[in-house]
């Protein structure tokens, strides 16, 4: 039966921490006729599927999906897009919590068809403390996609779980996630936002990102390294296509694509951090692509090397690795003996 809103929480091993995500769904004031909830289990190991079960044994709303393999994230979301029956999308996480900016988006959205409708943040540090995060964007206006994309583009807030999406701006642009890698919603949500006839944004908080040291997300491997570069060229794809519609917004989505991902990658200081196996896995990966659309954003003479001939710099990287930890060791040592 098609409804209001559908939230599509993707899973993978969230025992620890999925009741939590669906209780704080289940605690809006929201009727139970006007949404539903899609689990979509990315073939966990541990308990999640046995608890996600006993929620719809108890809920009709709430309906489990389950992966015969792990595809990650943007395979996860794929599906409960096509599983969907909302009119609107909001795309959780399944160790993070939703507040009542959910419902207060949804009402925006329904009242002013509008296609996509953003709500605040908070983001849970490692301290314990939470840090307000929003768009830059005033509460009474509405914009199309582009208009948004030069005026109030904001990376550092970019992702799928920051509002309510119209299902239909999905379905009809054939706008899927990349499935079977990190990094799978950067350019979807860019992409998302230039095909929106219609933007706003609301006041309230709708979404708490709390920090799970067990996240995909914060684990640094050379296969993470090698999907951020695959974004980076992603990106670089969309802002060429957009052609002179992008302005600021170009200027916004190249400046990520140089330092977050060309230069956090590439930096030597970073590279010397990985294991000897991780940089031989990161090379035989940059060789069999075309990397050129990357060259013009390397900061630094050794990202250009690297962008040109990996497997020079990985050559040179055997030599600079051994040297760069024992100057490591040594000024922990003297750290720690000037400590004493």
């Given at each position: 039966?098609?409804?209001?809103?559908?939230?599509?929480?993707?899973?993978?091993?969230?025992?620890?921490?999925?009741?939590?995500?669906?209780?704080?769904?289940?605690?809006?004031?929201?009727?139970?006729?006007?949404?539903?909830?899609?689990?979509?289990?990315?073939?966990?190991?541990?308990?999640?599927?046995?608890?996600?079960?006993?929620?719809?044994?108890?809920?009709?709303?709430?309906?489990?999906?389950?992966?015969?393999?792990?595809?990650?994230?943007?395979?996860?979301?794929?599906?409960?897009?096509?599983?969907?029956?909302?009119?609107?999308?909001?795309?959780?996480?399944?160790?993070?919590?939703?507040?009542?900016?959910?419902?207060?988006?949804?009402?925006?959205?329904?009242?002013?068809?509008?296609?996509?409708?953003?709500?605040?943040?908070?983001?849970?540090?490692?301290?314990?403390?939470?840090?307000?995060?929003?768009?830059?964007?005033?509460?009474?206006?509405?914009?199309?996609?582009?208009?948004?994309?030069?005026?109030?583009?904001?990376?550092?807030?970019?992702?799928?779980?920051?509002?309510?999406?119209?299902?239909?701006?999905?379905?009809?642009?054939?706008?899927?996630?990349?499935?079977?890698?990190?990094?799978?919603?950067?350019?979807?949500?860019?992409?998302?936002?230039?095909?929106?006839?219609?933007?706003?944004?609301?006041?309230?908080?709708?979404?708490?990102?709390?920090?799970?040291?067990?996240s995909t997300s914060l684990k640094q491997t050379s296969s993470s390294l090698i999907d951020q570069l695959k974004l980076a060229v992603r990106l670089i794809d969309f802002v060429t296509t957009q052609g002179e519609k992008l302005q600021n917004g170009k200027a916004m989505i190249l400046e990520e694509v140089q330092y977050r991902y060309v230069h956090n990658v590439l930096r030597?200081?970073?590279?010397?951090?990985?294991?000897?196996?991780?940089?031989?896995?990161?090379?035989?990966?940059?060789?069999?692509?075309?990397?050129?659309?990357?060259?013009?954003?390397?900061?630094?003479?050794?990202?250009?090397?690297?962008?040109?001939?990996?497997?020079?710099?990985?050559?040179?990287?055997?030599?600079?690795?051994?040297?760069?930890?024992?100057?490591?060791?040594?000024?922990?040592?003297?750290?720690?003996?000037?400590?004493?």
């Open positions: 039966m098609d409804c209001l809103l559908s939230f599509i929480i993707p899973a993978y091993n969230a025992a620890n921490y999925i009741s939590r995500c669906l209780d704080s769904i289940l605690s809006l004031h929201m009727s139970d006729n006007s949404f539903e909830i899609i689990v979509i289990d990315d073939y966990s190991s541990d308990k999640t599927r046995e608890i996600v079960k006993t929620y719809t044994a108890k809920y009709p709303f709430i309906q489990l999906l389950c992966q015969n393999a792990n595809h990650r994230q943007g395979a996860a979301r794929n599906r409960g897009i096509s599983a969907a029956k909302g009119k609107y999308i909001a795309f959780i996480d399944a160790d993070d919590i939703v507040k009542e900016g959910v419902s207060e988006a949804l009402n925006r959205a329904i009242k002013k068809n509008l296609d996509i409708c953003f709500y605040g943040m908070l983001h849970e540090k490692s301290d314990g403390t939470y840090r307000e995060v929003k768009w830059n964007m005033p509460v009474d206006i509405i914009v199309d996609g582009i208009l948004f994309l030069n005026n109030y583009l904001d990376m550092d807030v970019n992702g799928p779980t920051r509002g309510v999406f119209k299902r239909s701006l999905m379905l009809n642009n054939l706008l899927t996630f990349v499935e079977d890698m990190r990094w799978e919603d950067g350019d979807f949500c860019v992409k998302l936002y230039s095909y929106a006839q219609r933007i706003s944004n609301i006041e309230g908080i709708g979404y708490v990102y709390m920090r799970n040291e067990q030597l200081r970073n590279l010397s951090k990985y294991t000897a196996k991780e940089n031989r896995s990161l090379c035989r990966a940059l060789t069999k692509r075309d990397l050129t659309l990357l060259k013009p954003f390397a900061l630094s003479f050794w990202e250009t090397i690297y962008l040109s001939c990996p497997s020079l710099a990985q050559m040179l990287l055997f030599v600079i690795c051994p040297i760069a930890s024992l100057g490591r060791l040594i000024v922990t040592n003297i750290r720690k003996s000037k400590h004493h």
